[in-house]
């Protein structure tokens, strides 16, 4: 079987055994006779396996009882609207921290439908190498919320410890490390996933929405954008993304059968010591440009000492099955997106191919 270790940022690879499972039960789903891509949203084994992915995001997330958990369409990007559409009166505002292209495009979306301000941006010549300090972080009177991104996925920069905006809540974009590590949700009002890096295919995105921050959500608009909308159908109002549900519940499943949260997080920080071990050994070689105190666990972000290099590591990587590692157009060099699917043995053999192209070509 011709698989390839597949580092692209999203989507991005799923565990076997989810993608075997479901091949498996493509023509008869729980013994109804048909595949999940068939079934009514209606039916009582769908509504079982829409259930049982929210209590198993829950249970993984350690998500308090006073949180409801929304499975909607429309990505991250949709939420870039329905969070300030939803939770800003007219005479509220918000504060964006811009730590990357995501939060750049929240920011602005925001900034078309209500009141909003930047309380920090970290950009330097269109190119986000760090997180604001705490000093940065201006937050004014009559903010509801305030916006950031944990982790930037282009740019490689991960909140390790999130900022204290005392009474105002955060509202955080975790599209790219959801499930890589254990949160506390305290300081958060509202939490949102596209489900495409961490979660599952793309298709379903994730809210985890505190219940007073719920309440605030606004009367006037579109039933199919409110909050209290959807929460009082279960996210169930119209016809939910089934099969990348049931995707992201086979990955669910998987991460629980791991050992949830503790052991995820664990791999994931020793595949970040392998990987940037050998980026630092040689720092004349592979030069990362990101902040050592806020390297992303999830995209390792690096350049070689040319472009030339870099398009060579690029081609030979590919040639030993290794691929998705081209950096963004916005940002260049090399970008590897290790989300929770791959194992420590994974990086082993990235951080093999690496060594040995320092010793042909350094
Ligand atoms: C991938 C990603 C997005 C884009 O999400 P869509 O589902 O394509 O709208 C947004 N934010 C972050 C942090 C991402 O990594």
């Not at 079987?1 to 479901?22: D, H, I, K, T, W």
């Not at 089934?242 to 791991?258: G, P, Q, R, S």
Request: proline share 4%; net charge neutral; glycine share 8%.
């Amino acid at each position: 079987m011709g698989r390839v270790l597949n580092f692209y940022a999203g989507p991005s690879a799923l565990p076997l055994e989810a993608l075997e499972s479901a091949k498996n039960e493509i023509f008869d789903w729980k013994g109804t006779g048909m595949s999940v891509l068939e079934v009514s949203h209606r039916s009582k084994e769908y509504i079982e396996l829409h259930n049982e992915s929210k209590d198993l995001l829950r249970k993984l997330l350690a998500i308090p009882g006073d949180y409801e958990i929304l499975m909607l369409q429309g990505g991250a990007s949709l939420q870039f609207a329905m969070i300030p559409m939803n939770l800003l009166g007219d005479d509220q505002t918000a504060g964006y921290i811009v730590t990357g292209r995501f939060s750049s495009n929240a920011f602005k979306t925001a900034g078309t439908l209500r009141k909003v301000y930047l309380s920090v941006s970290t950009e330097e010549d269109g190119i986000f190498s760090r997180l604001p300090a705490p000093e940065e972080i201006n937050i004014e009177t009559g903010t509801a919320y305030c916006h950031l991104t944990s982790n930037n996925t282009i740019f490689g920069t991960q909140w390790k410890v999130f900022p204290d905006t005392g009474p105002v809540p955060l509202v955080c974009d975790m599209s790219s490390d959801i499930l890589s590590r254990k949160i506390d949700f305290k300081p958060f009002g509202l939490v949102y996933a596209g489900a495409q890096k961490n979660l599952g295919p793309s298709g379903v995105t994730v809210i985890i929405i505190r219940n007073d921050i719920l309440e605030r959500s606004r009367e006037d608009l579109p039933d199919i954008l409110n909050y209290k909308v959807h929460a009082g159908k279960n996210s169930l109002y119209n016809t939910p993304s089934c099969f990348a549900t049931y995707m992201m519940n086979k990955v669910l499943k998987w991460v629980d059968k791991k050992g949830g949260l503790s052991a995820v997080e664990e791999q994931n920080e020793k595949k970040a010591y392998l990987i940037y071990g050998t980026i630092d050994k040689d720092p004349g070689f592979f030069r990362s440009r990101v902040e050592k105190q806020c390297r992303s666990s999830m995209n390792v972000t690096f350049n070689l000492p040319s472009e030339e290099l870099e398009s060579r590591f690029i081609s030979d990587a590919q040639k030993n099955g290794i691929i998705g590692i081209k950096g963004h157009r916005s940002a260049g060099g090399v970008r590897v997106s290790m989300y929770n699917t791959h194992g420590t043995d994974d990086i082993e053999v990235l951080v093999n191919f690496m060594n040995n192209f320092i010793n042909r070509n350094g």
